[in-house]
């Protein structure tokens, strides 16, 4: 049959089907076909109306977790309302909002970041501040903001929405819930980890009783607290939430899912802590192969996955692996995020310790030494994260024999956590014990020197 010229998007749509069966994304395509197939047979005169379809794909899509597919349905649609509607009319804007929403799920935070203002600054002008889609776009950016380690705008954002959604909808509505679960995570990357400890469980006991224990944002939000755990060093209790989260996900959602995903890595990362290396290898390798498979390779959480395995590696002493996919990661992550995003400082800190325990101490202290910079720069002196890579630091300088430099940052570092993390904390004790030994050597070092001195008199 003859298509309208104003249907004309729909010949993308079949390219990109094509495209999908070559690549061996069977399910993407079939889903697309069939959305076609009733595009052209019953919206012919009316593409306004094939294209609200196309739209339900895209959050098809979205729901799955199916990012690229997301994108590249999404990036048609949007193209489509532009030249259709214009570039500010509600429907465009929508479409619009979807793509971030798809350019977040595909860890592409800074297009996300430039096509999030947009459509929030245009709602907001069009719509209002109070109206449901503008918020929503704020969120979205937000959301955006925090990952790319901007977050003192994204927790701007997120204590603006919360205040009116509180007003409007209640502390109870579900809208109002994510957003505070929202404002959580990012006191917890923060390093503001009490603060998010106290909302989450908040939140917690909320969405349990308004929406279900196992509704999928309560389970996100435990995960999220058993992350806020494991950062207080109660590894425990953040082991045991984080396994109910997984096994639930697993059941609802399958292995594929990106949240199973993030559950898996998260609690391999608490096994690896808790000295349960072969678990924790087990579940990373599993990650970093499915994360490939569905995320794609250059996905910043199939990176992250791939990080998390070579610090497994490196607690295991197989250095030459852990440095190889160190490497490898390490590299990829600086050409997609830059050197300055925060999940890229925590790669390049990590594979300073490999090159330390692979003896390569010159290679570990230029590294770390880099890193301490940008952190102190990017996420601030106090941030727990900058301080770990300080004590890092301080640990290659007594490998050097640079026992003043050491005793200078392990001083710093004790006041720092002690004000951060608290007196019991775990790291707190072990820079306190780390300090102890410093000045046990210098005060030996000084006694020797002393003794010397006497017998030269």
Request: proline content about 2%; glycine content about 6%; charged content about 25%.
């Amino acid at each position: 049959m003859d298509v309208s010229p104003s249907l004309s998007f729909l010949g993308a749509f079949r390219s990109l089907s094509k495209r999908y069966r070559r690549e061996g994304v069977p399910d993407a395509a079939t889903r697309l076909d069939a959305v076609v197939e009733r595009a052209s047979n019953e919206d012919a005169g009316d593409p306004s109306a094939a294209l609200v379809r196309f739209g339900g794909l895209v959050l098809t899509f979205l729901e799955r977790g199916q990012w690229n597919a997301a994108v590249d349905v999404g990036t048609i649609v949007v193209d489509a309302r532009r030249a259709l509607l214009g570039p500010t009319d509600p429907l465009t804007m929508i479409a619009i909002h979807n793509l971030v929403s798809a350019y977040c799920g595909q860890g592409r935070w800074t297009e996300a970041i430039d096509l999030g203002r947009q459509v929030t600054e245009a709602r907001r002008r069009v719509l209002g501040e109070d109206h449901p889609q503008t918020m929503a776009s704020m969120s979205n950016l937000a959301t955006a903001y925090r990952k790319q380690g901007h977050w003192r705008q994204a927790e701007a954002l997120e204590l603006r929405l919360l205040e009116i959604k509180t007003r409007r909808l209640g502390e109870d509505h579900q809208s109002t819930l994510t957003s505070m679960g929202n404002l959580a995570t990012t006191y917890s990357h923060m390093g503001r980890y009490d603060e998010a400890e106290r909302l989450e469980k908040r939140v917690i006991e909320r969405s349990a009783r308004v929406l279900g224990d196992h509704h999928g944002s309560t389970l996100t939000w435990k995960s999220n607290l058993a992350t806020t755990y494991r950062e207080q060093g109660r590894l425990e209790e953040a082991e045991k939430l984080e396994s109910e989260v997984m096994d639930i996900r697993i059941e609802n959602l399958g292995i594929q899912h990106p949240l199973t995903l993030t559950s898996m890595a998260n609690l391999a990362s608490m096994y690896r802590d808790l000295g349960r290396l072969d678990d924790a290898e087990h579940l990373e390798t599993q990650v970093v192969e499915t994360s490939k498979v569905e995320l794609g390779d250059k996905h910043p959480q199939t990176l992250m996955s791939m990080i998390n395995l070579a610090s497994t590696y490196r607690c295991q002493d197989r250095l030459e692996e852990a440095a190889r996919l160190g490497v490898q990661a390490v590299a990829a992550m600086k050409s997609l995020l830059g050197d300055q995003n925060p999940l890229t400082l925590t790669a390049m800190a990590d594979l300073a310790l490999t090159y330390q325990n692979q003896g390569r101490t010159d290679a570990a202290e230029v590294l770390t030494a880099q890193v301490l910079r940008l952190m102190q720069k990017n996420l601030g002196s106090l941030h727990p994260h900058t301080l770990t890579t300080m004590a890092n630091l301080g640990g290659i300088y007594q490998s050097q024999g640079r026992w003043d430099e050491a005793e200078k940052l392990a001083e710093q570092t004790v006041r720092g956590r002690e004000k951060v993390l608290g007196e019991t904390h775990p790291d707190t004790q072990a820079s306190v014990e780390d300090l102890v030994r410093v000045c046990r050597v210098l005060a030996a070092d000084r006694a020797t020197a002393m003794r010397v001195r006497n017998a030269h008199h």
